[in-house]
């Protein structure tokens, strides 16, 4: 498995990971999400050393990635396509990033597998962002490695792509492969990734099974009256958590819909429209990270 145990990075004064553990099963997805400069793309790169941690390591099979001898066989990766070289052939990418890790060239098959057969003889310069993403995924499976780490790999893919890496992700796992994923779409992760890990200003703030936070999740009720305020405030009495939402509804959590109903109907509150929403993946995501759609009630 990959496992990352209390990864720390500052530069100057500003940390940019703190004490990062979580671990990359081995046969398991593991979508890596969080905003923007979260410590996402940082976490990853200390990972495969490209930039090193002042405090902790993150390590493959128990083996730090600078000790990999041919690591492209051990670790494929993705951070980010625009390395790849925009003079050479698509085909010439692949032969040269096989020659040097000493893995056999095997061009054509990847570029079928990765649907790019019909551009093994274009130059990179050529390709747009999602054949570009395309390559770089065949680059990282060059040496049909135990572990994967992509980096916003949906980036420039076409809903057509994305669905194409969505089937080729789930084969890898199925065959063994601890993927390490990164992505911005929480939606697409959950209907790849077997584990959850949020990492919000630095600090991984959840970690755990989509099953497990299954559990955790709770319907929302929904519901709308002339008297907002009075039933946020009623529902809270009842150990409930109440706000609204950018329409003027009220979001109620911990009670039930018929909860509600009896609450508002003792206090002669009309309700004009009472419904329950299940809470999606987005929603635990956002709860985690501190961010909602919804604005406290007074």
């Known amino acids: 498995m990959i496992t990352f145990e209390n990864v720390s990075k500052t530069i100057g004064h ?4 703190v004490d990062v553990s979580f671990v990359v099963p081995d046969g398991r997805v593991t979508g890596f999400v969080g905003p923007n400069g979260a410590g996402k793309s940082t976490s990853m790169r200390v990972a495969l050393g ?5 405090q902790g390591q993150a390590l493959f099979d128990g083996r730090d990635y600078r000790s990999l001898r041919l690591p492209l066989r051990e670790v494929g990766s993705l951070l980010d396509a625009r390395w790849l070289m925009p003079n050479l052939r698509a085909r010439d990418v692949l032969d040269y990033c096989a020659r040097t890790q000493g893995v056999t060239p095997r061009s054509t098959s990847l570029l079928a597998l990765v649907g790019l057969a019909d551009a093994g003889d274009r130059r990179v310069g050529q390709l747009s962002l999602g054949m570009r993403q395309r390559l770089g995924i065949a680059v990282a499976l060059l040496g049909s490695p135990r572990h994967l780490i992509l980096d916003e790999p949906l980036n420039g893919l076409d809903p057509g792509g994305i669905a194409w890496l969505r089937d080729l992700i789930r084969q890898l796992r199925d065959e063994g492969v601890g993927i390490l994923l990164s992505s911005h779409i929480v939606s697409e992760l959950a209907l790849i ?29 929904l519901a ?14 009842r150990g409930a958590t109440s706000a609204h939402d950018v329409t003027g509804r009220v979001v109620i959590s911990g009670l039930t819909a018929r909860e ?39």
Do not use: M, W
């Open 14 to 17: 500003r940390p940019i990971i």
């Open 50 to 54: 490209l930039t090193s941690a002042q």
């Open 193 to 221: 990734a077997d584990n959850i890990v949020v990492i919000n200003k630095g600090r991984i703030v959840l970690d755990g099974t989509l099953d497990e936070l299954a559990i955790q999740s709770r319907p929302h009720v």
């Open 224 to 237: 709308r009256t002339e008297r907002p305020d009075d039933l946020a405030q009623a529902t809270r009495a």
């Open 260 to 298: 509600v109903f009896h609450v508002a109907a003792h206090l002669g509150i009309a309700l004009d429209e009472l419904t329950t929403r299940e809470r999606s993946l987005d929603d635990i995501y956002r709860d985690a990270i501190g961010e909602t759609i919804i604005q406290e009630g007074e």
